[in-house]
């Protein structure tokens, strides 16, 4: 039996969410709130948005509250309402997903009402919605959560967070097995994994900020990149797509979440984020950005690659 | 389908000693696209050209791509020549087969490869080019200068009597600056008030120049060419149009006893005033803060006795707009606050000397006070504690300049000078009285500057002791200035009754602010940035603004003259066009694909990124855009590298050329 | 004076991309001065390093570059103020990526060469051709490139399983 983790929490939370959603609507605050509703499967949630204060005991927040809902708030925002605030529930790693989005210019502070949930974590994309939130169970992203608690939201549930047990942080550890590796082992590992790529687009669906309303892998003049699932084209795909989240990904994990083929795509987003840190000192976080790390730069930055 | 034209040059022999010609053109005549090919001895002689314009018209050509030496040395040849046959000039390419091939490589064999690859990568390139049309940018013939010290003044009186329009904003109730402040001036001894005054009153005569006094900059819209600029134009409580400059209110005026910031607050002023006697203009100004009326609401002398009536209570700041097609930035220095540590800044102040606390530790704009014939004490070296003469008279260089530990690690560059000067004006006022000075080099550099220093030391005996003082105090009525001599390697000690301290120079308090306002750049010391150290000196980066005097580093009058007019000669070339032309290699946005993320407006080193609203026939707004303001991008393309759906290109090196040439390979 | 030309089994391809001010004027020079090199770089002109994507450089090894060279105006050069100062934060965080990936960074070299350089021209195309050389081809993404079908192997346990209940 692994080790549990608490998230007795939870229905406290789900009970403040409930309240502030019914007063913030009931009052015209917001028009709409994205959060979370239980879904037909056992255990499992899903995305719900709640324009009307009755429905607003609709509104849960369990270990299967996965999805990251700032992509409501852009690339998927048909069903949410033009006019006046939305509020939406937000989970610390989502909370730097629109962190991120601000700084970018696709979203304003003053648009949103957010509702910051203190996370125990949730779980992981392979097991069971019903599943108990264990060491074992939790997804990889959690393991190196260090944004439980969201700050400058509007709202946030006054509990206490429980202590968590110590977890070795899965994509630390993956990262370091993959660095000591020689480049050619290297290679075959992701040529495998870049192999299985059915070139679903998935990824990018999800992705809070692949906002590009033409992505350059869909360019025919000139072909950046082979749009065809094939390998080469597929390992193209994946390059590209990982430096064009890199300074910027805020380490949802919902690429790999929702990836049909089981490719560890947040390890790359991990390992460019490691990256910056080291060099730039930089890390997705809670306060906005006016530059991200790849549209700034000092003087002095390292440059001991350069002949 | 497009006809490219190919010619290869045997530069003489240059080329064709290593590399086969014949068979290149041979080789890329079979290319597809490839209408005709040829070699040619000399491709840039008339005869080369003409065989160019010829082709172009009898074979119909669409492209030409020139194979012969580096394009840095004649794509503009080739590109006239292309035009003259009728065809886009950026329609032209050089394949560089000389600098990078035939005179690199020995091997005939492999050259002629080389050659015959890196001409069909130019023609691969070649068929993504488009025509591009020359950028054209209107000018409004109107400048704006910031400043009204010598540099604003010579900058602005250049510009005016080329036939321009010049608006020229000063902060202060008058214009003049920092040199209207000095007494002589280095190293001719000609009295400042003497040369300035005269460059002062041209400005206000001038038909060409409107100045705005007691105005500050609000804000700066528009780019080379077509800037729109605020000027908060503050109320000064006199109509500028009514006042005679009788000055009568200034005799009326209760409050007497008011420091003057222009005598370095040593010498006192009225609430209503001018800062100094040849003020321009001539107009009073009321000092809210200390005016009676103001203050208590009774008062109102000055209005009572002025006959035109000029004196307004009532009057509000304004805000005015002004269109200029450039600008140029001359807002001077300030000295180095020696007793205060500026707020948040690195830098730190000269407590131990004292300076603020013993009345007479001075600094050495407030000597320059005390010598001046108009100052204070009318030209009388006087100690501001009791009035008396100093007899012993300390000079202290280099506070705050070349001291790292203190924040500041550049040269203020003048102080050498004008230390050397005030030991002389001493020495014609005091001739009892002896000169110390404490340096750590004398730096004179300049036409008659190092005379002038050996002058000061072997006519008018000051004596100079290299080395650093370590500490001031006051003992009686004397100060006790302790320090070494590292020239002969011991300590003195000497009693002074007065105390001058070579302060830095230092941008004006605000000088980043007003940079922000005008995007332009700025160093760690808020001196603004020339777009290059040594070739373009008077250009700020971004396009159309122009520096002149100590707000882009340390200079003197010489110096500062000098830049001044040459910032003018820029504004001018710009001006000698109604349009502004230039080459068409910029970025532009194509408006469908871009989401505004704005990371090329990060990366935009010349602020040529602005935000652009695009909205539906009803008025409401659809997406905010980037757009590229052609007249001031530079083209280097960091934008396009930067966008993540490429939705802003950059033309002449766009992705499809590019990827065109690596796919060629 | 004319050493006997060397022969070798293997030439590889080099592309340099390059920013027209510093670097491609220092190839210019090292032209004008005669120094000599071997023969095997490509060179594109950009107008500043800022311009160089990294899909260039990926896209140069797909289009089978054995090794690529990024170079361009010494930090502090740069025509346009900062284009290099942005091009170093980039190619730092790429050639980490690439590296992650399996790509041997020998391949990659990046440069400052002036327009006085030259000499450091000549030295850095000569060491990456002759490093890259003695490396062999770059196959990686040749074979890659070869693999015409979607090589999707069921070799985990989900979806064996999977499969097994289709």
């Given amino acids: 039996m692994t080790e549990p983790i608490d998230t007795s929490i939870y229905s406290a939370v789900t009970a403040a969410i409930q309240t502030e959603a019914q007063r913030i609507l009931a009052a015209g605050l917001v028009t709409a709130i994205v959060g979370y509703a239980a879904s037909r499967r056992n255990g499992s949630t899903q995305p719900i948005i709640v324009t009307d204060a009755a429905a607003a005991e609709k509104l849960i927040f369990t270990p299967a509250s996965v999805n990251n809902l700032a992509l409501y708030l852009t690339k998927a925002k048909k069903e949410i309402p033009k006019k006046g605030k939305i509020g939406i529930v937000v989970k610390g790693c989502d909370l730097k997903a629109i962190v991120g989005l601000m700084g970018e210019a696709q979203l304003k502070r003053n648009d949103l009402y957010l509702i910051g949930v203190p996370c125990a974590g949730v779980l992981a994309s392979t097991v069971q919605p019903s599943t108990a939130l264990t060491a074992d169970t939790i997804a990889s992203k959690c393991t190196e959560c260090d944004a439980r608690l969201p700050s400058d939201c509007d709202y946030v549930p006054n509990v206490q967070l429980p202590t968590q047990p110590q977890l070795a942080g899965k994509y630390a550890v993956e990262i370091a097995r993959l660095e000591a590796l020689t480049p050619a082992e290297r290679w075959a590992y992701w040529k495998e994994q870049f192999a299985k790529c059915i070139k679903c687009y998935a990824c990018r669906q999800v992705c809070p900020f692949c906002f590009c309303e033409q992505c350059l892998c869909d360019r025919n003049k000139p072909q950046m990149v082979d749009t065809t699932p094939r390998p080469a084209g597929n390992t193209a795909w994946h390059i590209v797509r990982a430096m064009h989240l890199a300074g910027r990904c805020a380490g949802c994990a919902e690429c790999e979440r929702v990836c049909p083929m089981d490719i560890p795509l947040n390890l790359l987003n991990r390992k460019m984020a490691k990256e910056l840190k080291e060099l730039y000192d930089y890390e997705a976080g809670f306060e906005v950005n006016d530059k991200g790390p790849l549209t700034t730069y000092t003087d002095k930055d390292d440059q001991s690659f350069i002949k | ?665 | ?166």
């Avoid at chain 2, 900059?217 to 800037?227: K, Q, S, W």
């Avoid at chain 2, 006893?257 to 006192?268: R, S, Y």
């Avoid at chain 2, 013993?358 to 501001?384: H, N, Y």
């Avoid at chain 2, 109604?578 to 469908?592: G, N, Y």
């Fill in chain 3, 1 to 166: 004076m004319h050493p006997e030309k060397q022969t070798h089994d293997f030439e590889p391809k080099i592309i340099a991309f390059v920013c027209t001010w510093c670097t491609y004027a220092g190839a210019d020079l090292a032209g004008t001065s005669r120094m000599q090199y071997p023969a095997n770089v490509r060179v594109l002109k950009f107008p500043c390093t800022g311009r160089i994507d990294p899909v260039f450089i990926l896209k140069a090894f797909q289009q089978g570059a054995d090794g690529v060279l990024v170079s361009g105006c010494h930090p502090g050069d740069c025509h346009y103020i900062a284009g290099n100062f942005h091009a170093r934060r980039r190619f730092a965080a790429f050639r980490k990526l690439l590296e992650f990936v399996g790509v041997d960074l020998n391949r990659l070299q990046f440069s400052w060469v002036s327009a006085a350089e030259g000499g450091k021209w000549v030295e850095v195309v000569t060491d990456l051709t002759e490093k890259v050389r003695a490396m062999g081809p770059m196959t990686e993404f040749k074979e890659l490139a070869m693999e015409e079908q979607w090589s999707g192997a069921i070799n985990t346990p989900e979806l064996k399983e999977a499969y097994s209940q289709i």
């Fill in chain 2, 1 to 665: 389908m497009s006809r490219i034209g190919v010619f290869i040059c045997h530069c003489g022999e240059n080329i064709s000693r290593t590399v086969d010609v014949e068979r290149v053109a041979q080789q890329v005549g079979k290319m597809p696209g490839v209408a005709f090919s040829t070699d040619y001895k000399y491709m840039c002689s008339d005869p080369g050209q003409n065989l160019l314009k010829k082709a172009i018209q009898e074979q119909n050509l669409t492209h030409v791509v020139v194979a012969a030496c580096s394009p840095r040395m004649h794509e503009k040849t080739f590109r006239k020549a292309v035009e003259a046959a009728g065809l886009n000039p950026f329609l032209c390419e050089m394949a560089n087969i000389r600098e990078h091939c035939s005179w690199v490589h020995e091997n005939r064999e492999e050259a002629t490869v080389k050659a015959t690859e890196i001409v069909g990568m130019m023609v691969e390139r070649v068929k993504k080019n488009r025509v591009l049309p020359t950028i054209t940018v209107p000018v409004t013939k109107r400048s704006l200068v910031i400043g009204g010290g010598i540099a604003g003044i010579q900058a602005a009186l250049d510009i005016a009597d080329c036939g321009h329009e010049v608006i020229l904003v000063e902060r202060e109730p008058s214009i003049g600056g920092h040199m209207a402040q000095l007494s002589e001036t280095f190293p001719t001894l000609d009295c400042s008030q003497c040369i300035m005054t005269p460059k002062m009153v041209d400005v206000a005569n001038h038909p060409n120049i409107k100045l705005y006094t007691y105005s500050e900059i609000e804000l700066v819209e528009g780019y080379i060419g077509n800037f729109q600029v605020t000027i908060k134009k503050r109320a000064r409580s006199v109509d500028e149009d009514k006042c005679t400059g009788c000055g009568v209110c200034m005799t009326k005026c209760p409050q007497k006893k008011i420091p003057n910031k222009f005598d370095q607050n040593i010498g006192m002023r009225t609430a209503i005033y001018i800062p100094f006697p040849q003020a321009v203009p001539n107009t009073p100004v009321i000092d809210r803060e200390n005016c009676t009326m103001f203050k208590t609401g009774k008062c109102g002398v000055c209005q009572k006795v002025c006959g035109p009536g000029a004196v307004d209570f009532e009057q509000q700041d304004q805000l005015i707009i002004e269109a200029v097609g450039a600008i140029v930035v001359a807002t001077g220095f300030d000295l180095y606050t020696i007793d205060e540590k500026p707020k948040g800044s690195l830098i730190k102040g000269y407590g131990e000397f004292g300076h603020g606390k013993i009345p007479d530790v001075i600094d050495g704009m407030t000597f320059e006070r005390l010598a001046s014939a108009s100052g204070p004490t009318g030209g009388k070296i006087l100690r501001p504690s009791d009035g008396k003469e100093p007899k012993q008279i300390v000079f202290i260089q280099c506070i705050g300049s070349r001291a790292r530990e203190k924040g500041i690690s550049y040269c203020s560059k003048v102080c050498c000078m004008y230390t050397a000067k005030h030991t002389m004006l001493y020495h014609h006022k005091v001739h009892d009285g002896q000169a110390y000075v404490f340096f750590m080099d004398a730096r004179t550099p300049g036409k008659s500057y190092d005379e002038f220093w050996r002058r000061s030391i072997e006519e008018e005996e000051a004596v100079y002791i290299r080395g650093m003082v370590s500490r001031l105090y006051q003992k009686g009525d004397k100060i006790i200035v302790r320090g070494s001599d590292i020239a002969v390697g011991v300590q003195v000690e000497i009693e002074a009754d007065m105390v001058v301290l070579a302060t830095a120079i230092q941008p004006q308090k605000g000088a980043d602010t007003l940079a922000q306002k005008l995007g332009i750049s700025y160093d760690k010391y808020n001196f603004y940035s020339e777009a290059h150290a040594k070739l373009r000196p008077v250009e700020c980066a971004t396009a159309g603004i122009y520096l002149a005097g100590a707000c882009q580093g340390p200079k003197d009058i010489p110096e500062t003259v000098s830049q001044a007019s040459a910032a003018a000669a820029k504004v001018m070339t710009l001006f000698s066009k109604d349009l502004l032309e230039r080459e068409p290699i910029v970025a532009r946005v194509k408006e469908s694909g871009c989401v505004g993320c704005f990371a090329c407006k990060k990366v935009c080193a010349y602020g040529a990124v602005e935000e652009k609203e695009i909205r539906d026939r009803q008025g409401n707004l659809i997406k905010t855009v980037a757009f590229v303001n052609p007249g001031v991008c530079a083209g280097c393309g960091t934008c396009q590298a930067t966008c993540p759906s490429k939705s802003v290109e950059l033309d002449g090196y766009t992705d499809e050329q590019i990827v065109a040439m690596i796919e060629s390979l």
